[in-house]
């Protein structure tokens, strides 16, 4: 019942910077913790990979190749988090799914809940000239 809507895909130039966006929601009730929201991404024919993460202390880490490139932000609203992807490269193409980890919080009728690895659609980000 965890939803994860990602948005801020597109095409860009080599160069350039795109922000993502992805916020977490239930259908019904309410969440009161996630442990760590992330950033993975996928190339067909290639295993998903993980571009960011950031733990609910604040904590964050990256992908070697998106070092000093890519900044994973969660919002003043616990249950958004940002990708800002500066100097773009062709290699950076693929789909982009955000993930939240360990989404607790309540149902409807004040039922607790849990779930522990949620996956958004994805959005597909191009670099190309």
């Known amino acids: 019942q965890v939803q994860l809507v990602e948005s801020g895909g597109g095409l860009v130039q080599p160069g350039g910077s795109l922000r993502l966006s992805c916020a977490a929601s239930?259908?019904?009730?309410?969440?009161?913790?996630?442990?760590?929201m992330g950033w993975y991404r996928q190339d067909p024919g290639k295993e998903r990979e993980l571009v960011a993460r950031i733990m609910s202390s604040g904590n964050t880490n990256y992908a070697d190749s998106v070092k000093g490139r890519f900044t994973i932000s969660r919002g003043n609203a616990e249950n958004t988090v940002y990708l800002q992807m500066n100097s773009l490269k062709p290699e950076d193409t693929a789909v982009y799914y955000c993930?939240?980890?360990?989404?607790?919080?309540?149902?409807?009728?004040?039922?607790?809940?849990?779930?522990?690895?949620?996956w958004g659609h994805g959005t597909l980000v191009t670099v190309s000239s």
């Open positions: 239930v259908v019904s009730g309410s969440i009161v913790s996630i442990d760590s």
């Open positions: 993930n939240a980890d360990d989404v607790q919080g309540y149902s409807d009728f004040d039922k607790w809940y849990r779930s522990l690895e949620n």
